[in-house]
């Protein structure tokens, strides 16, 4: 049987790093996948992390099963951090939320969750958006649509053409929305969008399907949360899938939640049965390391101030990078205004570069970014940044 099994394509992303790791060249630079990078080019294990990671091998008394939703204190510390402290959804108890191997794995179960329990059999999906969302979609049993949300000409959001493809939605369509940090434009929207995202699902029946893996990225870790907060104070019932691989820097741990909120808490319980029931199906529960650290971190004031910092560090470094990028163009000799980078938001620039443009940086310079002409600002320092930009100016 597995003769007539045909080659699958590399992941556009994760693909890149397979070829950036075989290159020889020893100025290589990585500005492809989605990694935070200090200013020394390393992505280190968070001091908050290290630290948790020291209490629980002091505390750590069973390898036991956990239940199928995962660490228990965690699903509450991951509402805490994603509703605030006090949100109608929290008070009305209308909230569950199971802990899921990463963003992915989170994505995976609430659309297969869709899939088996409900009518709903489409997603609507920015376009562009994450290489891996129709991928996920898909096999999870969901068709996928595209609503419009880049104007590329203007380099900024084309909200009426959002609006009127997402008019095109039928009651009970789910609408995947980035939280923060949109991926990959950097481009988010407004409180006042995020209102009208808001009414439009309310009045048209759309489901809202968060994935909000860069929580703390953007502005702040309340800022982030603000659309999000708002849309579920507006909407009967929506998911969440939320990720700490890049705001804990817990990468190879897979660590996520998905969060369903229900028209009552009634529906949210019997719900969250059927999700723990698409866990089971798949591995049955999930691996504990990745969720006692963040539990051990969020449930110690002391220790979430810190975590809270290293976040702030790590903001503040992408943005300044942001800063300097644009700088260094122009002082590179580019003529182009790339003003606009400062103002994307998250990890992610989206240069405008074409495909040519990218495969010329890859093959004589050495700089990896993906095809979209997507970069990640998260990669540049100080010390890659002028050879960076020198190979955009040719390019250009
Ligand atoms: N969603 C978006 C928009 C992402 O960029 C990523 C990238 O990591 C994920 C989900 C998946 O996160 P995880 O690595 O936690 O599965
Ligand atoms: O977009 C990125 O670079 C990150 C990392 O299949 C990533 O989200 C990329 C591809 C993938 C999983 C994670």
Redesign the pocket.
């Known amino acids: 049987i597995f003769s007539q099994v045909v080659p699958a394509p590399a992941d556009p992303i994760l693909g890149l790093t397979d070829t950036f790791k075989a290159d020889p060249r020893t100025d290589k630079v990585n500005l492809g996948v ?1 990694i935070y990078k200090d200013e020394a080019g390393q992505t280190p294990v968070l001091k908050s992390v290290k630290k948790a990671e020291t209490i629980l091998l002091d505390e750590e008394k069973t390898k036991n099963y956990l239940g199928i939703e995962g660490v228990t204190l965690y699903n509450s510390v991951v509402q805490a951090l994603l509703f605030g402290d006090k949100h109608p959804v929290l008070d009305a108890g209308r909230a569950v939320t199971a802990q899921a ?7 995976r179960i609430a659309a297969e969750f869709v899939v088996r329990n409900t009518p709903s059999r489409v997603i609507w999906i920015s376009n562009p ?2 290489a ?2 129709q991928n996920i979609f898909e096999t999870a049993g969901l068709s996928v649509k595209e609503y419009a949300y880049y104007d590329a000409a203007a380099q900024d959001i084309d909200f009426d053409a959002m609006l009127a493809s997402l008019a095109g939605a039928a009651s009970g369509d789910l609408v995947l929305l ?1 939280g923060c940090c ?2 990959p434009t950097g481009i988010d929207l407004t409180l006042e969008q995020w209102q009208k995202v808001g009414e439009l699902c309310r009045d048209k029946g759309l489901v809202p399907l968060f ?1 909000f ?2 929580q703390g990225f953007g502005r702040g870790i309340e800022e982030d949360a603000e659309g999000l907060r708002l849309v579920a104070g507006m909407v009967p019932e929506l998911l969440i ?1 939320n ?4 705001n804990f820097g817990l ?1 190879n741990e ?3 939640a998905v969060t369903l909120v229900g028209a009552s808490a009634d529906e949210a319980k019997v719900a969250f049965s059927q999700i723990k029931r698409t866990i089971r199906a798949n591995y049955s529960n999930p691996p504990a390391h990745g969720a006692m650290i963040v539990s051990t971190i969020l449930s110690r004031p002391a220790l979430k101030a810190e975590w809270e910092a290293e976040l702030a560090e790590m903001r503040e470094r992408i943005a300044e990078m942001r800063t300097l990028f644009v700088d260094s163009l122009a002082k590179a000799g580019v003529e182009r205004d790339f003003s606009f980078i400062s103002r994307q938001m998250g990890m992610f620039s989206f240069s405008g570069l074409d495909k040519a443009q990218v495969a010329r940086l890859k093959d004589e310079f050495g700089v990896y970014i993906v095809g979209s002409g997507r970069i990640s600002v998260a990669g540049m320092t100080k010390s890659n940044m002028p050879a960076i930009c020198a190979a955009i100016a040719k390019v250009l």
Do not use: V
């Open positions: 989605g191997p990463g963003g992915t794995g989170a994505l958006t994450w891996n969302h980035h949109h991926n994935d893996a860069y899938a990720s700490f691989s890049k990468y897979r660590i996520g």
